[in-house]
């Protein structure tokens, strides 16, 4: 009967197990979505990111170019340059650049810094969610590790197994009462068998007394 109800609890437990490790399996295909998704909007980020710094740099060179242009048209010759001093000025700037303004540079260093502080997010969310599927992969291959029986066997298979086994212990349960049984009326028996005896012996005493009366 020990041994029944063992097996029993024993094929309960794997049912749990069972629905534990479904679902966990599901929670890691949820945290694989998430992390690839988490991956192409730090992948977008960087990107915008870098588009970003590229267009700040242009308007920061064409302002550049654009103020040489201007000093360019002050040039005479034999005249010191007022940025480098020098007397000749073989290749001055050409003038015709448009001079971006600092409105539009600021815009551009603040998207700059918004797209850089978007990307530190998305870098912590990817670390995060790639945590959390760490985590689910091993609740999974810990209760595989455990619980052999889980990817061996189908869930209708485990189920049927609990099934059995649960009837099992409710025969061996219904064969334990009927032993009760039979050796609770063994016991009546042999207390009535006891009783016999003493009546019987009873009666062959008073006989005995009977007949010893006769004999003399």
Not at 10 to 34: C, F, N, Y
Not at 67 to 86: F, I, K, Q, R
Not at 114 to 139: G, H, I, N, P, Q
């Amino acid at each position: 009967l020990e041994l029944r109800r063992k097996e029993c609890e024993e094929a309960r437990t794997l049912e749990e197990k069972a629905e534990a490790w479904t679902a966990a399996k599901d929670a890691v295909r949820e945290a694989e979505e998430t992390v690839q998704a988490a991956r192409e909007t730090r992948a977008e980020t960087e990107e915008a990111l870098s588009e970003a710094t590229a267009r700040l740099n242009r308007l920061q060179e064409q302002r550049r170019d654009a103020y040489a242009s201007v000093l360019a048209d002050d040039l005479t010759e034999d005249a010191p340059c007022p940025v480098c001093g020098s007397t000749e000025h073989p290749s001055p700037a050409e003038g015709g650049h448009d001079v971006p303004g600092e409105e539009e540079i600021e815009a551009a260093r603040t998207e700059k810094e918004r797209l850089r502080d978007a990307l530190d997010d998305a870098t912590d969310e990817v670390s995060e969610v790639e945590a959390t599927l760490a985590a689910k992969r091993a609740e999974v291959e810990g209760l595989e590790e455990n619980y052999p029986k889980l990817s061996a066997l189908s869930p209708d298979e485990i189920e049927a197994e609990r099934a059995a086994a649960e009837e099992a212990l409710r025969e061996a349960e219904q064969a334990a009462e009927r032993v009760d049984e039979l050796e609770d009326q063994i016991e009546d028996h042999e207390q009535d068998l006891d009783d016999a005896e003493a009546t019987i012996e009873e009666h062959d005493e008073a006989l005995d007394e009977v007949e010893g009366k006769m004999d003399r």
